[in-house]
C-alpha cells in the first residue's frame, strides 16, 4: 500500500475540478493525453456559445472581441513559457506540426548536402521522421545519441558528437516513455557551441515542470495543448524572433499575407505568416484557460506530486520480481515498466478490468524500444488528479498479472 504521507505531503487533491473522470477509474495515461479540467469545458463551450465569431477579419464587435480573446491567448501562452513576446509564439495543430514547420521552413532551407543532425534514442516519432524527411530531401545526415544506463540522454556523448557539420539539434525535454528529464540548458549549451540551432520538444515537460525558454535559450521549442489539459488541435510553436522572421510560409492562404496580386505576394511577419487560414480560434481560449488552471494550481507543487506518486509507484514494483523498471528513479511523472513472460498489451487489458487505464505499445518510440531490447512497454503515466489511491490500483492490477500468468 502507498504511505499516506504522500498525500499529506503534497496536497494536490483536484479531482473534484474534473467530474468527468468517474469515481473509482485510475486514468494513468495522461502522457498520451490529459483528462480535462471543467474549466477549461466551460471556456471552450462559452467560446463556442455566445461570444464565437472569427477573428482578425471582422468589423462587427463580437468578432473584434473575440480578436482580443484569441491575442489574449497567445500572451498568455508567450508569459508561461517566459517568451519575450507573443510574436514569438505560433499556434500551431500541435506539437508534431511544430516540428515539421521547423524541419521544412526553417532546416530545409538552412541545411545543404553533408550537414548534419543530432537527435537522441528516446525520441517520439514525431521528433524523427520530420527530421527523416528533410535530411533525405538535402542530403543531410542524422546522428543519434545513445542514453546513459538510467536512461538519460546522454549529454557526456552528444558534446564528444557534436561538429561544425552539425546545423541542428532536436531533443525531447522529458521522455514520453522513461519520463528522463533533459537538462535543456547544458544541451543548448552544447548545440550552440558548434554553431548549431537547439529545437526542444516539450510535450510532456510543459505539463510536468515549469518551462522558461528564455533561460533555456534554446532556438525553438514545442508543445501541444491536450497533453497540458487543454484541447486537442492546437499546439505552440516558440522561436527566437530572428529565425521565425527569416523562416519562409509553412502554408499559403489567407491570414498569412500582407498583399496578394496575380503578379507577387508578399508575407505578414511572424507569427501570422505560420497561421494560414481560419485558426482554432476556441482550441486557443480553450489552452489559455488551461495554462490558467495549471499556474493556478503551480507547477512546483505539480512536479513534486507526481514526483511523489512515481516515487511510490517505483517503490511497490520494485518490490515484485519480475517486472523490469526502465527509466531513472527521478523520472517526472512516467514510469513504464516490463514483466517478464507478459506482454504489455496484456498487462493493459487485465489492468483494464480492474479499471485502471495505462499504455501499452511502443509509445512512437520504436528506436527506443529496439534499444531498450523489448518489443513494447507498459506505461503509466500521472496528471493532476491522480493520488496514492491510483497508485495502488496499479499495484493491486499487476500482483492479479503476476498471479494469472504464474
Ligand atoms: N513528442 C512527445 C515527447 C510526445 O509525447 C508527443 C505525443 N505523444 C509528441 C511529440 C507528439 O504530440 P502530438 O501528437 O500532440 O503532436
Redo the contacts with the bound molecule.
Keep these: 500500500m502507498v504511505d499516506a504521507t504522500i498525500a499529506r505531503e503534497q496536497p494536490l487533491d483536484t479531482l473534484a475540478d474534473f467530474p468527468a473522470i468517474p469515481s473509482g477509474w485510475a486514468y494513468l495515461d495522461t502522457?498520451?493525453t490529459s483528462q480535462k479540467p471543467q474549466v477549461v469545458v466551460d471556456a471552450i463551450t462559452r467560446a463556442y456559445d455566445t461570444t464565437y465569431a472569427t477573428v482578425h477579419r471582422g468589423v462587427y464587435q463580437r468578432s473584434a472581441d473575440m480578436t482580443v480573446a484569441y491575442e489574449a491567448a497567445r500572451r498568455r501562452v508567450a508569459a508561461f513559457i517566459n517568451a519575450g513576446s507573443d510574436a514569438e509564439i505560433v499556434f500551431t495543430?500541435?506539437?508534431?506540426?511544430g516540428?515539421n514547420l521547423v524541419a521544412q521552413c526553417w532546416a530545409g532551407v538552412q541545411l545543404k548536402a553533408g550537414d548534419r543532425i543530432m537527435l537522441s534514442m528516446l525520441e517520439?516519432h514525431?521528433?524523427i521522421v520530420p527530421w527523416q524527411m528533410v535530411a533525405e530531401r538535402v542530403g543531410a545526415a542524422i546522428d543519434v545519441v545513445p542514453l546513459t544506463e538510467d536512461h538519460r540522454i546522454d549529454l557526456d556523448a552528444m558534446a564528444a558528437m557534436l561538429t561544425p557539420r552539425h546545423k541542428l539539434v532536436a531533443l525531447?525535454h522529458?521522455?514520453?516513455v522513461l519520463g528522463s528529464v533533459l537538462d535543456a540548458r547544458r544541451a543548448t549549451e552544447l548545440a550552440h557551441g558548434v554553431g548549431a540551432k537547439i529545437l526542444i520538444?516539450g510535450?510532456?515537460a510543459v505539463p510536468r515542470i515549469a518551462v522558461d525558454v528564455s533561460e533555456i535559450g534554446c532556438d525553438f521549442y514545442v508543445f501541444?495543448a491536450?497533453?497540458l489539459y487543454g484541447p486537442t488541435g492546437i499546439?505552440v510553436l516558440w522561436g527566437k524572433p530572428e529565425l521565425l522572421d527569416a523562416m519562409p510560409p509553412y502554408q499559403g492562404g489567407g491570414s498569412m499575407i500582407d498583399r496578394v496580386s496575380f503578379a507577387q505576394t508578399t508575407y505578414a511577419p511572424a507569427p501570422g505568416r505560420f497561421e494560414a487560414g481560419t485558426p482554432h480560434i476556441v482550441g486557443a481560449l480553450g489552452l489559455h484557460a488551461a495554462i490558467d488552471y495549471v499556474e493556478g494550481l503551480g507547477l512546483e507543487r505539480i512536479h513534486a506530486h507526481e514526483t511523489a506518486l512515481v516515487r511510490a509507484t517505483r517503490e511497490a514494483l520494485s518490490g515484485i520480481n519480475s517486472v523490469r523498471l526502465l527509466g531513472p528513479a527521478d523520472s517526472a511523472g512516467i514510469v513504464s515498466f516490463t514483466i517478464e513472460g507478459v506482454h504489455p498489451h496484456d498487462i493493459g487489458t487485465i489492468l483494464d478490468e480492474g479499471r485502471v487505464a495505462i499504455r501499452a505499445g511502443h509509445?512512437?518510440a520504436q528506436p527506443l524500444m529496439e534499444a531498450l531490447g523489448v518489443p513494447a512497454t507498459a506505461r503509466a503515466s500521472f496528471g493532476v488528479y491522480n493520488g496514492p489511491q491510483d497508485v495502488d490500483a496499479l499495484v493491486a492490477g499487476i500482483a492479479r498479472v503476476t498471479r494469472i500468468f504464474g
Design positions: 502522457a498520451a495543430r500541435g506539437a508534431t506540426e516540428i517520439h514525431s521528433n525531447a522529458v521522455s514520453n520538444d510535450c510532456q501541444s491536450h497533453k499546439g509509445h512512437c
